[in-house]
């Protein structure tokens, strides 16, 4: 492995890692945490792979320092993880938790003395299940909660942490959620999808307006999933099919959140569910200023008419199965679609900064009899992918930072431990990291990169190093 990989170079962007609470922390009980709709939704069987919980996960909350020690090992310059919202408010009324409140505090402080800027996601898919009971995202009950939560850690951590994400990815939280019940609370009615995905970008708005409210100089953004879809033939029924599937999994969310309005062909395609729904809702105020938006980048799909509509999701349209390089739960990799999907933000919002939130592979990664885990698939992965951010920002997209999903493996939702995502290798006996082969290369890359942007405290030339 080369001890710097210099190109492309992106010496500006900012490079990290991303997690989330519940994938990563465990310790589900410890200090009066309650319940989220994941644990109970991971309870119930035949939900996840294995039946497989959160209930250890990478053992983080008793364990930071192994995240932090990862972290460091890479250079990274930036960690975004979540935080556990029943952990901090176990139940209504309930005053924060202090000393939840003390581990994520712990947390932030040690990232900064590590040179690591944090980037809280406040809401990553772990609504407390006492709010569920009330209505969940269908509901008010749950917007006014996660404006109050906001307020709360933004009062605690925000002199430290300056940039914020409210809600990661509202398409797989509103539709697998509701619709395909493939995810918390396991739903299955469009018209409850289409409900909660109101309430997230209301609860969004209501979360950005809290934060800045508390912290002015706060940096605020929006954590959207965008799929790279393409027509299977040119005939007008494949095209629909594949603007009917953009529509839900895109243009709904980048519409609301950047225009304030509902995508034209929403109405027909949705029909009565959407209007009672959004009935008695001020959608133009569900828009409101961003400092930068947030893409979670993976999956590119050819799409197809399909008249049986057995998808719930896309009813008349389906995907094809991937024919070409996949991942290991069959999800096409694509580094094109990476530089469409940024040059397509960067179209609709040209100055408005792209944060890579989340890209990244799930394998079936091995630690192999030598000890060491070779991904060398990933490795590829990681540099085809930041190959397509270097195009997508020759051609004008205002990309500032790229954060790898994941730091380390975790649970994978409804995959259970069966995937595994990260750049370090969790044994989940033990807890313990191990870096894999991507790890090395990704850390190359950083130093690179860290050394194209010039001294700094610290690095290789303070040092007096001649890596020449
Ligand atoms: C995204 C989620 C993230 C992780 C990756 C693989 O949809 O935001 O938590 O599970 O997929």
Not at 226 to 237: Q, V
Not at 306 to 329: E, F, Q
Request: hydrophobic share 40%; aromatic share 10%.
């Amino acid at each position: 492995m080369e001890e710097f990989i210099a190109y492309p170079e992106l010496a500006d962007v900012k490079w990290g890692t991303a997690s989330a609470a519940y994938q990563i922390e465990g310790a589900v009980g410890a200090d009066s945490r309650s319940p989220s709709i994941w644990d109970t939704f991971a309870a119930r069987p035949g939900a996840t792979f294995r039946g497989d919980t959160g209930k250890r996960a990478c053992r983080a909350y008793r364990r930071p320092d192994r995240s932090l020690d990862a972290l460091s090992g890479l250079g990274a310059q930036v960690y975004r993880f979540s935080v556990s919202w029943s952990r901090i408010l176990p139940s209504p009324g309930a005053a924060p938790n202090r000393v939840a409140l003390g581990y994520y505090r712990r947390l932030v402080e040690q990232l900064l003395a590590r040179g690591i800027e944090p980037i809280i996601t406040l809401y990553h898919w772990d609504l407390p299940q006492w709010l569920q009971d009330r209505g969940g995202w269908t509901g008010a009950a749950a917007v006014e909660g996660f404006a109050h939560f906001s307020a709360v850690i933004a009062e605690a951590l925000g002199d430290a942490v300056k940039r914020w994400v409210t809600v990661n990815e509202p398409y797989c939280a509103a539709f697998h959620g509701h619709l395909s019940g493939v995810h918390a609370p396991g739903h299955r009615d469009e018209g409850e999808a289409l409900r909660a995905a109101l309430m997230l970008i209301n609860g969004h708005a209501a979360s950005a307006a809290e934060i800045r409210r508390v912290r002015r100089d706060a940096k605020v953004g929006i954590v959207l999933n965008l799929s790279d879809l393409e027509a299977a033939s040119d005939n007008p029924e494949d095209a629909r099919a594949a603007r009917h599937a953009d529509l839900v999994e895109n243009r709904l969310f980048l519409d609301l959140v950047l225009r304030g309005r509902l995508p034209d062909d929403a109405a027909g395609y949705f029909g009565d569910r959407l209007t009672f729904v959004s009935d008695g809702l001020d959608i133009s105020a569900l828009r409101v200023p961003l400092d930068f938006i947030g893409l979670n980048y993976y999956e590119h799909n050819v799409v197809e008419a399909a008249p049986d509509g057995l998808d719930p999701v896309l009813r008349g349209a389906r995907k094809l199965p991937v024919t070409g390089p996949s991942s290991a739960n069959g999800v096409a990799i694509y580094p094109p679609g990476l530089s469409r999907t940024l040059l397509r933000l960067a179209e609709m919002e040209p100055e408005l900064p792209i944060w890579v939130t989340e890209n990244g592979i799930g394998l079936a990664d091995y630690i192999g009899p030598d000890g060491d885990c070779r991904d060398y698939e990933r490795v590829n992965y990681l540099r085809d992918h930041i190959a397509a951010l270097a195009r997508a920002r020759s051609m004008g997209a205002r990309l500032e930072g790229y954060l790898h999903w994941s730091l380390m493996d975790s649970f994978e939702w409804a995959s259970g431990y069966q995937l595994r995502y990260g750049l370090f290798y969790t044994d989940y006996a033990t807890g313990e990291l191990k870096p894999k082969a991507s790890a090395a290369w990704y850390a190359a890359y950083i130093r690179g990169q860290r050394r194209l942007s010039g001294p700094r405290k610290g690095s290789w030339r303070e040092k007096g190093a001649d890596h020449g």
